[in-house]
């Protein structure tokens, strides 16, 4: 798993200090979060190799905004049976419950968890 | 004489509602496998002498939230505090059945298992917006508290403005770093703990008095 700067596209082992202190080539404290089956889809050639640093333009294109978890609108995932990625954040929110299926961009949408839970469950208390 | 019964029953009822002190109900928080249960099973054995839950190596073994109610601590100054511990399930970011199966769980098994730790996941989330006062965030001190989940949901905790106590499990083992989750969280009091062999436990036990009370 690696961070990737969101600023000039530095690329950071998981758990290196600088996702907390800030980038140490732009000083940015944005970094784009990297599940590593997708890192493998987008660079094809050697892991090992460095990655050159690429201008903010180029890197927001690399990396769209859906991969980033917080600003999803889905509090859980589908990915396949049986694995799922699930948005802490949102489901700290509320209870209403948007599910994604699959990398695609669909979403079910659980409109009972947006009605009537919250008196339903006052009432049985 | 069962309408006097029920009358008693009323009455009592009605004067509880008015009188019995809330007690505040404490989530024991944090990633799968940090000792979550093992934690809730020692407290609840040294005060009450039962049990909450069954424990296992594998991650998300806890997938419901399980409560043991009415556990008075008594603290070293002879103050007590009445707490429901409650015990839930780890939260994670990404749940794969795969994982699962290393531990020699068989594949159907292993799907139904992510399925019911992502509702516990859920499940724990919904008892920290609505019903929980206080939090022992629990975590493993061989492994790297720098997680985006650690502190997502220690930034969650803060924001709901619930006194939190961080306890650094497992500190029996050789690659153990309690000062390392200490630099993690400085803002919070870090307890260095072993609940296996039960060391280190008082002083939780001193702290929660102090911090829960």
Redesign the interface.
């Known amino acids: 798993m690696v961070h990737t700067c969101a600023k000039c596209g530095k690329v950071y082992p998981d758990?290196s200090a600088e996702?907390?202190i800030g980038c140490s080539e732009c000083g940015g404290k944005k970094f784009y979060?990297e599940r590593p089956d997708i890192r493998l889809k987008r660079i094809p050639a050697d892991r090992d190799t460095p990655v050159p640093a690429s201008p903010p333009s180029e890197a927001s294109e690399k990396y769209p905004l859906e991969d980033n978890?917080g600003s999803r609108v889905e509090?859980?995932r589908i990915v396949a049976?049986?694995?799922?990625?699930?948005?802490?954040?949102k489901?700290?929110?509320?209870?209403d419950?948007v599910v994604g299926l699959g990398r695609e961009g669909s979403y079910a949408v659980d409109l009972l968890s947006m009605s009537g839970a919250k008196k339903k469950k006052k009432s049985e208390r | 004489m069962s309408i006097f019964v029920q009358a008693k029953n009323r009455v009592s009822k009605f004067l509880m509602a008015f009188f019995k002190k809330r007690r505040s109900r404490i989530g024991i928080y944090g990633p799968p496998n940090a000792g979550k249960t093992t934690l809730a099973n020692r407290i609840a054995r040294d005060w009450t002498g039962e049990m909450i839950g069954p424990v296992s190596e594998i991650p998300h073994e806890t997938r419901r939230a399980t409560r043991k109610q009415d556990i008075t601590i008594t603290g070293n100054n002879g103050s007590t505090i009445t707490i429901d511990i409650v015990d839930t399930p780890g939260?994670?970011?990404?749940?794969?059945?795969?994982e699962f199966l290393e531990y020699g769980v068989g594949k159907e098994e292993?799907?139904t298992r992510?399925?019911e730790a992502?509702e516990g996941?859920?499940e724990a989330?919904?008892w920290?917006?609505e019903d929980i006062d206080g939090v022992i965030y629990m975590l493993d001190s061989t492994e790297?508290p720098?997680?985006?989940?650690n502190i997502?949901?220690v930034g969650?905790i803060e924001s709901r403005k619930l006194p939190v106590l961080i306890v650094a499990n497992k500190i029996d083992l050789p690659d153990a770093s309690p000062q390392r989750i200490r630099t993690a969280f400085p803002q919070h009091p870090v307890i260095p703990i072993s609940c296996t062999e039960g060391s280190n436990i008082e002083e939780l036990y001193e702290k929660m008095v102090l911090h829960f009370g």
């Open positions: 758990s996702i907390l979060f978890v509090s859980i049976p049986g694995t799922y990625e699930l948005n802490i954040e489901m700290a929110q509320s209870d419950r | 939260v994670t970011t990404k749940i794969d059945y795969k292993a799907i992510a399925r992502t996941v859920a989330m919904h920290l917006r790297d720098f997680l985006q989940v997502m949901m969650i």
